[in-house]
């Protein structure tokens, strides 16, 4: 038989075919890396990426976080981010290669779930469409390496691996559970609110990959719950050895918890989350898929095994639920929280397929297979098609960088450790709300003297509040230990008169001879400055106003 051409032939072209849908998902995963790095350098948002990009340069500085400074997220985020500014470079761009490298590897964990749930060879164009959209959509929109995308990483990760173990022998399953776990723990040490509310999707999925036996169920979970103890434990003894366990807990327990309690009173109400109100207009095309495949008995009558029908309706589902929670609990805008589009719209292309594609009756009835081809043009545009577009417009405007839709990104900056921003016109800064529009315009030519200024002085500095990435961009020392000059965010308005005094004091025994002042900001917390006295009185006693470029004014040491 090996000797036999047909046969050699046959085995021929499906290595062939393997090797071309191998080199799809491949350029899948390096398109879903070159969209983010297009996007990723358009615009700079100086409120949440200036954190960011300080607090990964201070532990390239070498102090420890709830040690030496204060964020109110855990740290394997800023870990990540440090690791890329230490081979690729204290660059914005680093932030962007981060984030690029995220999204590719969660297109990767998104293909790899939809074939092992969809393992026939029709469904390889279901496992590339939710690559595709997972592109756009997942870490995308926001650009930068962001904590909860960061998070849904390691959720993901987790999921690929208990997919696996369907595939695997029980030895090996053992090992995947574990190390599942183990990024599961993870994915809530990148941010907790993100880790802990979406940690039911890969655990759920792991127990009915188990079904119907209860003691494998339980076993599973007992895995799982190794894997995140071990990670867990070795956590604490890092804090313990190297940083801070105090610091830890009242920068990201009290201080979370806080912020937390704060953010229920303007909860949406319950009604609006059960219907999954808020995210309901980008998961409801792929709900109504799984609505319309379980009535229709679809389901029953699928060559998939049972179990993994379960699993997909249970992906579909769980995280459409989810991520309406996670995105009613903060005060993200909703396009930063919807990034597992992917995986749903790539399963409820792959349910929906069989029905109509079959094109094995294209040899007896040529206007079957022309109503199958119209069926699934149609469910791809609309599954696969309009979201990919909304994704990309989402993404490519940087609404969720709270630029206008009609902001032009065209000059790029002539900044070191910046060169390949691209800069926003306009870029505007400050609150807005129903109070009114307050923002003012910062131009690429403000932000390219400031840092000029800063340049030819050659002097450590000191910035307040929100553009810290300047201590990364001209490689001084971040100054004092406050990541964030959030009230109720990273401090209590009650810690204020202690901060005065610890601010000041750092800001002397770094020898800080500049002072940069925004004159607004986009959470107001520049008006904070009247609500420490001493820092104020030190300033303004003891140093003179010499420039000023747009937001930013320059105080220099008399």
Excluded at 12 to 34: E, H, M, S
Excluded at 65 to 74: E, H, K, L, T
């Amino acid at each position: 038989m090996a000797d036999d051409p047909f046969v050699a032939s046959a085995i021929n072209r499906i290595r062939i075919t393997q090797g071309l849908w191998v080199c799809a998902y491949t350029a899948t995963a390096i398109l879903a890396a070159w969209v983010v790095w297009v996007v990723g350098h358009r615009g700079v948002f100086l409120c949440d990426q200036s954190g960011m990009f300080d607090a990964a340069w201070r532990l390239v500085q070498g102090q420890v976080i709830y040690r030496d400074f204060y964020a109110p997220y855990p740290p394997v985020t800023f870990f990540i981010q440090s690791l890329f500014f230490r081979f690729a470079g204290v660059d914005f761009s680093s932030m962007v290669l981060a984030a690029a490298v995220v999204n590719a590897l969660a297109a990767v964990c998104v293909m790899r779930i939809i074939r092992r749930l969809l393992p026939d060879s029709q469904f390889r164009p279901a496992a590339l469409a939710g690559g595709i959209v997972t592109a756009v959509w997942f870490q995308a929109p926001f650009g930068t390496l962001w904590f909860e995308q960061t998070s849904f990483l390691f959720n993901l990760i987790a999921l690929t691996l208990l997919v696996e173990t369907a595939y695997s022998s029980d030895h090996a399953s053992v090992y995947l559970r574990v190390i599942a776990g183990s990024s599961l723990a993870l994915s809530i040490l990148c941010k907790q609110n993100a880790g802990a509310l979406l940690l039911p999707g890969p655990v759920g999925a792991a127990v009915i990959l188990c079904a119907p036996h209860w003691r494998k169920m339980g076993r599973a979970l007992l895995e799982i719950s190794t894997g995140m103890l071990i990670v867990f434990a070795l956590f604490f003894a890092w804090l313990v050895l190297f940083s801070s366990p105090s610091g830890f807990w009242h920068s990201t327990v009290v201080m979370s918890g806080d912020l937390a309690a704060s953010r229920m009173r303007r909860l949406s109400p319950l009604t609006d989350i059960l219907r999954v109100k808020k995210t309901w207009p980008y998961i409801r095309k792929a709900v109504g898929i799984i609505f319309i495949f379980a009535i229709s008995r679809v389901a029953f009558r699928s060559q998939l095994s049972k179990i993994n029908v379960a699993v997909i309706c249970w992906v579909v589902l769980a995280f459409s639920f989810l991520q309406n929670i996670f995105s009613a609990l903060t005060a993200n805008e909703i396009e930063d929280t919807v990034s597992y589009l992917g995986l749903l719209y790539g399963t409820a292309l792959g349910l929906c397929f069989p029905a109509i594609w079959k094109p094995k009756f294209a040899v007896h009835r040529g206007i079957t297979f022309l109503g199958s081809a119209l069926l699934l043009l149609v469910g791809t545009y609309y599954l696969v098609g309009t979201p990919t577009v909304d994704g990309w417009d989402v993404s490519s405007t940087r609404i969720v960088q709270q630029f206008d839709i009609k902001t032009r990104f065209t000059e790029r900056v002539n900044v070191p450790g910046a060169s390949r921003l691209v800069w926003g016109d306009p870029t505007l800064v400050g609150p807005y709300g129903p109070e009114g529009d307050s923002r003012i315009k910062l131009t690429r030519q403000d932000f390219e003297n400031v840092n000029a200024w800063l340049s030819k002085a050659n002097k450590n500095f000191f910035v307040f509040p929100d553009s810290t990435l300047l201590y990364g961009l001209h490689h001084k020392v971040s100054p004092q230990p406050w990541l964030y000059f959030f009230p109720g965010h990273s401090f209590r308005l009650a810690d204020l008169p202690q901060m005065d005094g610890v601010i000041l004091r750092d800001l002397r025994a770094k020898q800080v001879q500049v002072i940069v002042l925004e004159k607004i900001s986009f959470l107001r917390n520049h008006e904070l400055l009247s609500k420490l006295p001493q820092l104020e009185a030190w300033i303004h006693h003891g140093f003179e106003k010499t420039a000023e470029f747009g937001i930013y004014e320059i105080w220099t040491l008399r």
